[in-house]
């Protein structure tokens, strides 16, 4: 009787195929053979850069978005990314590239940090054990990552660069301190940037965000904000992402009008992009953060005024733009619209943000929906100044938002063309003396420092003499210094300040005594820039060289998840426009290409995490199927750049095609098969159909492609006893990008010394592709009379003659027409 071997032993059991050439039993050993060839690789790399006549190759830099180190490892959604990239990387190889692919760790930072504290370790060596187990995973996935470029942004050697770039912006102005209410995390015991901020909580810890007035250093990334944006057109990315960077940076055109306080001298400044509708201007709202807020109280407001500014000082700026209930206050002042004259009564309101425009609208219900819903709930009037074909709305229920219209209501400005004074208006107000014409962005200045220890010390020497003063270039890197008690101190300042020792100094300058910076830097600084390290990680004299920087970079193709497709890929391009501005660089965009990978889930789309129970570590798989059968899995679960929800049982599809891949393999590659015209016909639209698959990135459909192709080669192969030599080699070089082990395998039992990867993708022949015959319905009147084999190109008064010969004794009556689509029918219609 036939001992059964368990799958769980890691075999691949070829199983008997019914037919007889396929009946020897053979077996797959995935462990043997998959640890087999890591060892040759180890030893022969399949990616040299240079060729065997020593010249160098061109260069191909794909690019994964590093890991931050958490103690929780991979799961199976870190793999899917990993496998993509390490797809296009070994399918470039195949082109002929010398594949730059490069892996790190983002290590520094709150989760690093967090962890630590949740663990009762210090973060340099429960960051260090994660990185080890990490990498440990990642090499499982037998990626063609170059771990001689690695980097790892908690050493001095990578985070020296990353306070010399700081040094470089402070002297030229981008980097500077600011004293303001920030986001605060009373948990994390930290500041938080706006896009930490998810829900009005800690995207870190969940706990609800208030709002803390702290010193801070900031980084002037509106200088570069024309530059991000309009440079967008050159880049070769997804159109969503580059709108998303477009809407957050926020370009705006409009006017600055000024609006007199009655009784007071002073003025509130308003910007507006729809100046045309100033005289439905019917209220105006402050931030409470304005500086005129708490001023503009009446004796009546006082109280409600001064709660409302300290209520809203516990929310953060990203919880008050939430779609809610409108709140606010009415100062019980006014402000005078300087175009008709009319009394506008003030309002503080949190929708209102002190950071964007002036911190002052005006407000015109009748044309914008937030400012309607406002004015309904505190019954302020509503004055509609644009309608559609002039005729004014009864009653209005909503406000009228379509750009199109004419102007009523409006004084001078009746009749006009809404469309035609938005633009004009801006210039009308300048010349009237009342405001003028001008841009406005959303995006804000780069809140740059953490009141925490896991970072980069900011290089900055506070001297009672001097001011700010930058650490001397030539004594970085500022080390972190080694401390036992790294905890937030939860006073606002990082624990760093009361490490006496460490925070007195010297003035670079002057020498007179001073202290140290004792803020550090996001999470955010090493990730803005570690891609063009990968290429020099060991120059001790420069960030990178000018020769390996022409001969390496930039990035051709970068590969990472959606959720940092707006900051990161945002601070990464001014990073590098800014380095390329002080000549460290010779471009100043770090991307040519992006592509955006889903998320893989639990059951019912439920994102993976520890605290759910719901995450799949790759680990069992990897032991179980191999590494192989998992890449391919990755990839076959649905598109890539689309959520797909995990189901391990999957898993055994991809198994099945690579044993009865394997059997097929075994079973013809000692005879000597002549190939058929079915056979060619098949491996070149095989080529054809996974090479267009794999360059529109539909990957998944490649995976299902090779499994349709094995089928009909094993149809054909019970036909003939067996599958071409060439045919063969043509399927190991294709599958060698998704499942390597298997592709080298299938290429040295096929009598090969090399790599596959020497082997170069293989062409495809378009004549080759074409089918010599093809079956047409022939019909009379729409009905199918016979089914004919014709030559596929045939022509059409021959593809008539051989149907109307086909249905000879069926044409009894007069013959209207005849009809030829091309390999699809024969119609003849009769009267």
């Not at 995935?30 to 160098?56: A, L, Q, T």
């Not at 985070?159 to 600011?178: D, P």
């Not at 899995?633 to 198994?655: C, H, K, Q, S, T």
Request: net charge negative; hydrophobic share 35%.
């Amino acid at each position: 009787m036939q001992e059964k071997l368990p799958v769980a032993g890691c075999l691949y059991v070829i199983m008997k195929e019914r037919k007889k050439y396929m009946g020897t039993k053979i077996v797959y050993n995935h462990k043997s053979i998959e640890k087999k060839w890591r060892e040759k690789w180890e030893e022969k790399p399949v990616n040299p850069r240079v060729d065997e006549n020593g010249n160098k190759k061109q260069k191909y830099y794909c690019l994964d978005m590093f890991p931050y180190p958490s103690g929780n490892g991979l799961h199976v959604g870190h793999w899917r990314g990993y496998v993509i990239s390490d797809v296009w990387s070994r399918y470039k190889l195949q082109q002929g590239y010398y594949i730059v692919h490069p892996m790190g760790w983002d290590a520094f930072g709150l989760p690093a940090e967090n962890y630590a504290i949740k663990m009762g370790v210090h973060p340099a060596k429960s960051t260090a054990a994660n990185v080890a187990n990490i990498k440990r995973q990642i090499n499982d996935i037998a990626a063609l990552y170059d771990w001689d470029m690695e980097v790892n942004t908690t050493d001095p050697e990578f985070y020296k660069w990353t306070q010399w770039i700081f040094v470089k912006m402070f002297k030229e102005g981008l980097a500077y301190e600011k004293e303001f209410p920030i986001n605060w995390c009373p948990s994390c015991k930290t500041g938080l940037a706006n896009e930490e901020v998810v829900n009005g909580k800690c995207e870190r810890c969940g706990a609800e965000v208030t709002k803390k007035n702290l010193r801070q250093w900031m980084l002037r990334i509106t200088k570069y904000a024309d530059r991000l944006l309009n440079d967008l057109d050159k880049l070769d990315w997804p159109e969503k992402v580059k709108k998303m960077q477009a809407d957050w940076i926020g370009k705006s055109y409009g006017a600055e009008v000024d609006f007199p306080v009655e009784g007071r001298d002073e003025k509130i400044t308003v910007y507006t992009t729809r100046p045309d509708t100033l005289h439905g201007a019917t209220f105006m709202v402050l931030a409470p953060e304005h500086e005129l807020a708490a001023s503009l109280a009446t004796p009546e407001t006082k109280e409600a005024v001064e709660k409302y500014i300290y209520d809203a000082s516990m929310k953060s700026n990203v919880d008050r733009m939430q779609d809610k209930e409108k709140t606010g206050v009415f100062t019980g002042s006014y402000a005078i619209n300087p175009l008709n004259g009319k009394k506008t009564p003030i309002w503080l309101s949190d929708y209102v943000l002190a950071d964007y425009g002036t911190g002052a609208i005006m407000c015109v219900p009748a044309h914008d929906d937030r400012d309607f819903e406002f004015a309904t709930k505190f019954n302020i009037p509503i004055i509609q100044v644009i309608a559609k074909d002039g005729k004014e709305i009864e009653n209005m229920t909503e406000a009228y938002t379509e750009a199109a219209g004419t102007m009523i209501n409006s004084g001078d400005w009746n009749g006009m063309e809404s469309s035609v004074l938005k633009k004009e208006a801006p210039h009308i107000i300048e010349k009237m003396g009342i405001g003028r014409a001008t841009v406005n962005y959303k995006l804000r200045d780069w809140v740059f420092s953490r009141q925490r220890y896991w970072g980069e010390p900011i290089p900055i020497v506070h001297c009672p003499k001097c001011g700010n003063v930058p650490v001397p270039e030539e004594e970085l890197p500022l080390r972190l210094p080694e401390v036992e008690s790294y905890e937030p101190t939860g006073t606002g300042e990082s624990p760093l300040a009361a490490i006496d020792e460490w925070v007195n100094c010297k003035c670079p300058v002057c020498g007179s005594d001073a202290k140290r910076e004792t803020n550090t830097m996001p999470q955010w600084a090493g990730s803005s820039w570690y891609f063009l390290r990968y290429v020099d990680n060991h120059n001790s004299e420069a960030l990178v060289s000018k020769e390996k920087a022409d001969e390496m970079l930039p990035v051709d193709m970068y590969i990472g998840g959606v959720e940092h497709a707006v900051l990161h890929l945002l601070y990464s391009r001014f990073y590098t426009k800014f380095l390329y501005d002080i000549g460290a660089i010779d471009f100043d965009e770090p991307f040519h290409k992006l592509f955006n990978q889903g998320m893989i889930t639990g059951k019912n789309g439920i994102k993976m995490s520890k605290s759910k129970g719901n995450v799949v570590s790759p680990d069992d798989l990897v032991r179980d199927y191999g590494c192989d059968s998992l890449r391919m899995y990755e990839l076959f679960v649905g598109p890539p750049e689309l959520d797909a929800e995990w189901d391990d049982r999957g898993i055994d599809g991809v198994n099945r095609f690579l044993k009865r891949l394997w059997n097929m393999l075994m079973e013809s590659k000692e005879k000597d098969i002549q190939p058929t015209k079915e056979m060619i016909k098949l491996r070149h639209r095989m080529v054809y159909d996974i090479t267009t698959r794999l360059e529109s990135f539909s990957l998944n459909t490649v995976i299902s492609g090779f499994m349709e192709y094995n089928n009909k080669f094993i149809e054909v192969a019970k036909k003939e006893g067996g599958i071409d030599k060439e045919t063969l080699e043509t399927i190991a070089v294709l599958l060698s990008p998704f499942a390597p082990h298997f592709a080298e395998e299938m290429w040295e039992q096929l009598g090969h010394v090399d790599t596959v990867f020497k082997a170069g993708w293989p062409k495809y022949d378009e004549n080759e592709m074409k089918d010599d015959e093809i079956k047409i319905p022939v019909q009379i009147n729409g009905k199918t009379k016979a089914v004919i084999e014709i030559p596929a190109d045939i022509s059409k008064d021959d593809a008539i003659a051989a149907g109307r010969e086909a249905i000879a004794d069926k044409l009894t009556g007069n013959v209207i027409k005849e009809i030829y689509v091309p390999k699809k029918i024969i119609n003849i219609v009769m009267k």
